[in-house]
């Protein structure tokens, strides 16, 4: 048996999460911000890991997890990683072609990068690549596919771990890999060609004029596209999820800020989550004391918060707005969204709401499910898409806890257990094709496609100038003028 608690959990994911953000404050601003920002939160790191070593053990939860358990979930963790193509052992989505070049450019280019045919220098959360990046200029370019997966791997696992530690068992996890969207249920529909329906159900999505409205599974589709969203929202969200017993919010919140740099569409997304875990402790006594602590918190961190609102695509009103003003069909699309994805559900959220100690969590995801898909941010609805990946895994945990404590031979588990692999097809297809034999269409090392050179190239001829705009700083703006070390040696 290996001993392992909620205070491993909490200081490795913390040490994961804040690495990138250490990176990234000193080599992107000027010296006179970086080194007494860098200073100040490893100060910050310190203290909170101090304050949990010296938690009461007792009152901290315990699991015991058997070595055949840790095994199962570091290969389970590592398999999956792997079939997605991390590593370029197989086939990529179009959008690692962006990942490749990312990690090219970081390697290859000054920080922070800066691109001439553009006169641009880029504005994006760069967190999963950094410490690939950083480790790429020491060991070469060769060695980033090695280290992505080792870094990916790591991040997997610590969801994983948090997964079960949940309900304290391996059936568990497995159950929650099931957890899809409703995408199958509407190609169902689709097929049956109804005339009315088809206006807005389209592709198996929710589609309102040029952008769909739907969600993807938390751990299969989004590691498959989005690993730079999914890893810090399931590592934060599982997180909390296995605090109730903890008191130390200093940790909590620096890894809640640790998320800005990862994905600022995380960071929106686990604000329920956030009033979940302290509507009711902000007025207590030791939380209010805290208070002073965590505006200084906030201070290194606001550099990097800048530089993300200086973002180009900020600017831009055909992309962004509500949902009622790019479509006719806006309500009948909300409606089908919450009927096929959520709707299915109601029973065993129904169980959750009456019994569940944490159903304030459930109260809180549900709410976002209601409101996030009412703005449009970004071309591809990346507010929603990116943003509601904590709630989903909030969502599929509380949905997975109901099924776990269900009797194997009930109708109820079987019936629900059969809906799970009938929404999750199109998963199995993805990791069936991730398992055969293939090959990536490009490489870190060599991420060329045509006449493209860079990231910017890449974002310009696959997909948009608009998409091109969002990975963009806006032109003399403050954090260029007086924050960025701009110096070009």
Avoid at 179 to 198: A, E, K, R, V, W
Avoid at 351 to 366: I, M, N, P
Wanted: hydrophobic share 50%; glycine share 4%; aromatic share 18%.
């Amino acid at each position: 048996m290996m001993y392992f608690t909620n205070v491993n959990l909490r200081i490795t994911s913390l040490i994961y999460l804040f690495i990138p953000n250490l990176i990234f404050t000193g080599a992107w601003f000027k010296d006179i911000i970086s080194l007494p920002l860098a200073c100040l939160l490893l100060l910050f790191v310190f203290d909170s890991v101090k304050s949990e070593l010296n938690q009461d053990r007792f009152s901290v939860q315990t699991t015991y997890l058997p070595l055949k358990d840790i095994v199962i979930l570091l290969l389970l963790s590592l398999g999956l990683c792997l079939v997605f193509g991390i590593g370029e052992y197989r086939q990529q989505t179009v959008d690692w072609g962006t990942n490749n070049f990312k990690v090219y450019d970081l390697v290859n280019y000054k920080w922070p990068t800066y691109y001439d045919k553009y006169n641009t220098f880029s504005s994006y959360y760069w967190a999963y690549y950094l410490p690939t990046a950083f480790l790429g200029k020491l060991l070469g370019i060769a060695s980033c596919r090695y280290i992505i997966l080792l870094w990916s791997w790591i991040g997997v696992f610590l969801i994983l771990i948090g997964l079960y530690k949940i309900e304290k068992g391996l059936k568990f996890v497995f159950l929650f890999l099931l957890f899809n969207n409703g995408n199958t249920l509407m190609f169902i529909i689709q097929m049956l060609n109804i005339p009315y329906l088809n206006q807005f159900i389209i592709n198996s999505n929710v589609r309102l004029a040029d952008f769909n409205i739907t969600f993807w599974s938390p751990m299969i589709a989004s590691l498959q596209w989005v690993p730079q969203h999914l890893i810090p929202a399931g590592v934060t969200t599982l997180l909390i999820l296995n605090s109730e017993s903890s008191k130390n919010y200093k940790l909590e919140i620096l890894i809640l800020l640790c998320n800005i740099i990862w994905s600022p569409l995380i960071c929106i997304g686990l604000l329920p989550i956030v009033i979940a875990r302290y509507f009711d402790k902000i007025t207590t006594p030791q939380f209010y004391k805290l208070l002073p602590y965590f505006l200084l918190m906030i201070v290194p961190f606001i550099p990097s918060v800048l530089y993300l609102t200086s973002n180009r695509a900020i600017e831009l009103s055909d992309t962004n707005g509500f949902i009622w003003t790019k479509s006719n069909f806006w309500i009948e699309g909300y409606l089908a969204f919450w009927f096929l994805n959520i709707a299915v559900w109601f029973f065993l959220i129904k169980e959750s709401l009456k019994s569940s100690k944490q159903k304030q969590y459930l109260f809180c995801a549900l709410g976002a499910f209601a409101l996030l898909p009412l703005y449009r941010v970004g071309m591809f609805n990346d507010l929603l898409l990116r943003g509601i990946i904590p709630s989903t895994f909030v969502l599929g945990v509380f949905i997975t806890q109901q099924l776990a404590n269900l009797k194997i031979q009930s109708f109820k588990f079987i019936a629900y257990v059969c809906l799970l692999c009938f929404l999750s097809v199109p998963s199995f297809i993805r990791i069936f094709e991730g398992i055969r034999p293939s090959s990536p269409v490009t490489s870190i090392t060599h991420p060329f496609q045509g006449d493209m050179k860079n990231t910017m190239d890449f974002l310009k001829e696959v997909y948009t100038e608009r998409a091109l705009v969002q990975y963009q700083l806006q032109s003399d703006s403050f954090c260029e003028k007086y924050l960025l070390d701009t110096k070009k040696d």
